[in-house]
């Protein structure tokens, strides 16, 4: 008999299979269940996980530049630095002079490219931004020392010049002291060339670092220093947040993968009769073992290609809700999220492989 | 009856009550734990982003402007106004008092080096400061608002117990340009130095500073000389002007809430009700506001750079946590409920033998659902324990511990437990319910006979 039977085992056992899994489909449909939900989780963690540096770097951006390149340097040295940052950077560039205002008060005054400094320093306050050629914008202190703030006359060397102060800005900081004004207004008032580069590279220190070193090689003349406090500040939060981040990836990956392993070693421990009657028609341990695991692998791999979608879309709302800008799935992450899986449900198969291997056939299949 | 038949279910399916158990506390464990990582997130973050430094700044109103650019300081270092030192003691009584976690006063004034250096002509700028000064509980200064700042050697002492040694600080590119390091001795320019033979007014020779410390901050501070206050107050008010006690600035740390569009309010502007209600949040506006109010001839303000972008950065992150934390929700909700739907299924020749006892549906559905109630109780209570421990293991891990915060009381968030339970039960019940509902939908003798 025992011959008849592995003669057409191959057939056997993929039909064994099929009708196990049909014949007991809400058992089946709990374990694809628990399957495809920690197949789910991992894959939308993982997905979230490898994109949050990114992610969190971007918002980092909003404090403004975190390189500061200072000397003298021409129109040219300017294109290099851009080309050395990099295409994604920002690259504002600002000149300095000490001017008098209407009362005789000396203040500073900056040119500056309006459109630059508004996407690199996001977090001036400012009413309104400057759009013509002969605007400025105002800091909130130095307003207090100009008689018309709507045609403010400033005298550089003897040379005046009437600016239209179109906004007011409010930093808290330095800025508040200074006046801004077009950049070729600027130069073609007082001759003065730009001397501060303001830089901004998304990314971290190592980021930095690498353009910091890049800019001192392709232009030695400069002095390029790092907002320290910024990307000393910057690294700290995203490492901070990634470590709390992998410690809840794995809690809740230890979570799913736990109640996993028991809602599908139940169901196998549950089998014990099939078990009994199929080793008393000859089935060899191997073959019985082989047949559980079949089962939990067949299930694992349907519940990642479930799980993978389902867990891709909910990376993508998170992204979507929290940063505003969407997380793509990654195709590099299935291989893993499959493995998981595999661990998993081979983990489920074999543990009750064990207590099933001491139960005596003939006392099971009597009831006892 | 009822509890008889609970009782038995329980003591005599023990590894089966077990696993569903076990699904159920790793459940609420992982749920607690999210959750209360999600609701301290903000306030370890925030702190976090204190690196960034003060984020009010005081200055007297009538000050003259700031003619600065990089580190040339066009300001003239008399003239100004000046605020007192002694004010600051009032910062102590402002309502947010407890919420200020740093302050640092500051006053410049120049140093053109004698002795050796003198042919150097350089002239520096002499900053005065606190340094590991008392201000009521905590003790604060220019370096723990400065956290970037890095220095070696050792920071002045406030009050040197030789009144004839002072210390001083400098910047590391000063140190270069001057070649000097940690235990060299800066002089002022004496009268033979200046080319005076003899006074032809009394002369005051400022007294040598011994260098203790070399700062390295990457901004303009590398070019300075730091002091304690007290002497840069003695040298700008003059020596025979005792008790003078001008500063120039303050910067200030306070912990605040984050702004909204309420915060950016002006105060002047609103309703006296909404006025208290700006007043007693702890907005850096409204901190700033009552810090000009205490301090006579003070305007303060928020540094935006820090309170804008931390906002941002921190809804940001504690919006990921939250969602985060929803998704583990939805992940134990779907394991526990996948546990129990097994727990149910795995009966079927139980309710099919009390069904033939002549048990009623209602019956037999209610020993289940009280089953599965004890089992999230139970379940649910601890794993709100172990997860609130780990929530507060995992914070202390990634983020330190910050003083007097991570003392057991802190990591349990008794408003969680109601919540974790309510989530448990209606899991476990939701969970078994599709399965329960099945199982009493089975025909009694069928299951019987099959003996499933």
Redesign the interface.
């Known amino acids: 008999m025992s011959t008849a039977t592995t003669a057409s085992e191959s057939i056997s056992l993929s039909r064994i299979l099929v009708r196990s899994l049909k014949h007991r489909r809400a058992r089946s449909l709990s374990a694809l269940a628990a399957l495809t939900v920690s197949a789910m989780v991992a894959t939308a963690l993982l997905t979230l996980y490898a994109d949050l540096n990114a992610k969190l770097h971007h918002e980092f951006r909003s404090f403004g530049a975190n390189i500061v390149a200072t000397g003298a340097f021409t129109d040219a040295d300017i294109h290099h630095a851009r080309e050395a940052a990099g295409s994604d950077a920002l690259i504002a560039p600002v000149a300095f002079a000490v001017a008098a205002t209407d009362r005789g008060t000396p203040v500073v005054v900056a040119g500056v490219d309006f459109a630059a400094m508004h996407r690199l320093d996001n977090w001036w306050k400012v009413d309104a931004w400057p759009t013509g050629t002969t605007d400025a914008l105002i800091g909130q202190r130095a307003a207090g020392f100009v008689v018309n703030e709507t045609a403010v006359t400033l005298t550089y060397a003897g040379q005046p010049i009437t600016l239209h102060g179109a906004g007011k800005l409010s930093t808290g900081g330095d800025e508040d002291s200074r006046i801004y004004i077009p950049l070729p207004a600027f130069t073609k008032w007082t001759g003065v060339q730009p001397t501060v580069l303001e830089i901004q590279v998304p990314g971290g220190e190592d980021r930095v670092n690498t353009t910091i070193a890049t800019l001192q090689h392709t232009l030695p003349a400069l002095h390029v220093e790092p907002v320290r406090a910024l990307v000393a500040g910057e690294s700290r939060i995203v490492d901070r947040t990634h470590a709390l981040m992998y410690g809840a990836m794995l809690l809740i990956a230890l979570t799913v993968a736990v109640s996993v392993l028991a809602t599908l070693s139940a169901s196998v421990l549950e089998r014990r009769r099939d078990f009994a009657l199929m080793k008393a028609l000859g089935a060899s341990q191997i073959q019985l073992i082989g047949h559980f695991l079949l089962e939990a692998l067949v299930l694992a791999t349907a519940g990642v290609m479930l799980g993978y979608i389902l867990g891709s879309a909910l990376a993508w709302a998170i992204g979507e809700m929290n940063f505003g800008t969407a997380t793509l799935p990654r195709i590099s992450l299935l291989p893993l999220v499959l493995l998981l899986n595999l661990v998993i449900a081979t983990a489920a198969a074999l543990f009750p492989a064990r207590v099933l291997r001491g139960l005596q056939p003939a006392a099971l299949l009597k009831g006892e | 009856m009822f509890l008889r038949l609970l009782w038995e279910s329980f003591a005599r399916q023990r590894r ?1 009550k077990l ?2 158990g ?2 159920i506390l ?2 609420a ?2 749920v607690t ?2 959750l209360g ?1 999600a609701t301290t ?1 903000g306030d ?2 925030h702190q ?2 204190a ?3 003060a984020n ?2 005081v200055y007297p109103k009538a ?8 580190d040339q300081s ?1 300001k003239p270092a008399t003239g100004g106004a000046y605020l007192q030192e002694k004010d600051l003691e009032k910062l102590r009584g402002i309502f947010w008092a407890n919420n200020i976690t740093g302050v640092s006063p500051e006053l410049t004034s120049s140093m053109r080096f004698g002795g050796e250096l003198y042919a150097l002509n350089i002239t520096a700028p002499l900053k005065g400061y606190w340094f590991n000064h008392s201000f009521g509980p905590i003790k604060t200064g220019a370096p723990s608002l ?3 700042w890095k220095i070696q050697g050792r920071w002045p002492e406030d009050n040197p117990n030789a009144p004839d040694q002072h210390e001083a600080v400098i910047g590391v590119s000063l140190a270069t340009k001057l070649h000097r390091s940690v235990g060299d001795v800066l002089y002022f320019p004496s009268m033979s130095d200046l080319g005076l033979k003899s006074p032809a007014m009394p002369f005051n020779e400022d007294p040598p500073l011994k260098v203790v410390g070399i700062v390295s ?3 303009e501070t590398d070019n300075h000389v730091l002091v304690p206050l007290s002497y840069v107050q003695w040298k700008v008010g003059g020596y025979d002007n005792i008790g003078w006690n001008g500063i120039s600035r303050v910067e200030i740390s306070a912990r605040t809430k984050p702004e909204d569009a309420f915060a950016r309010r002006d105060p002047d502007t609103l309703s006296p009700k909404d006025r208290d209600v700006w007043y007693c949040r702890p907005y850096a506006n409204s901190i700033a506001y009552q810090i000009a109010e205490a301090i006579p001839g003070a305007h303060a ?5 820090v ?3 931390e906002g ?2 921190l809804e ?2 504690s ?3 939250w ?2 934390s929803a ?2 929700l ?3 909700a ?3 409920s ?2 129990m ?3 149910v ?2 009966r079927g020749a139980e309710i099919g033998l009390m069904r033939s006892l002549g048990a009623s549906k209602g019956r037999i559905a209610s020993l289940f659902y009280a089953e599965a109630g004890l089992l999230a109780i139970g379940g649910g209570a601890c794993g709100y324990i172990a997860g609130s421990l ?1 929530a507060a293991i ?1 914070t202390a ?3 330190g511990e910050p003083s007097g915060h991570t003392t057991l009381a802190h990591a349990f968030n008794p408003v969680l437990l109601p919540v974790v339970l309510a989530l448990a039960l209606l899991v476990a019940i939701a969970g078994s319910t599709a ?1 329960i509902r ?1 199982a009493l939908r089975m025909d009694p003798s069928a299951v019987l006979r099959t ?2």
């Open positions: 089966r696993l569903a076990i699904a790793l459940g464990t992982a734990a999210m990582l997130i370890r973050i976090e982003l690196v960034y430094g009010i700044i000050d003259t402007l700031d003619v600065k650019v990089g066009l400065h956290p970037a901050a990457g901004d303000e928020q540094v935006r750079q309170e804008q972008s941002t950065i940001r992150i919006g990921l946590m969602l985060i998704a583990a939805l992940a134990a779907v394991a526990v996948a546990a739907a097994t727990a299924l795995e780990l995992l891990k990634i983020f399965s099945g003996g499933a």
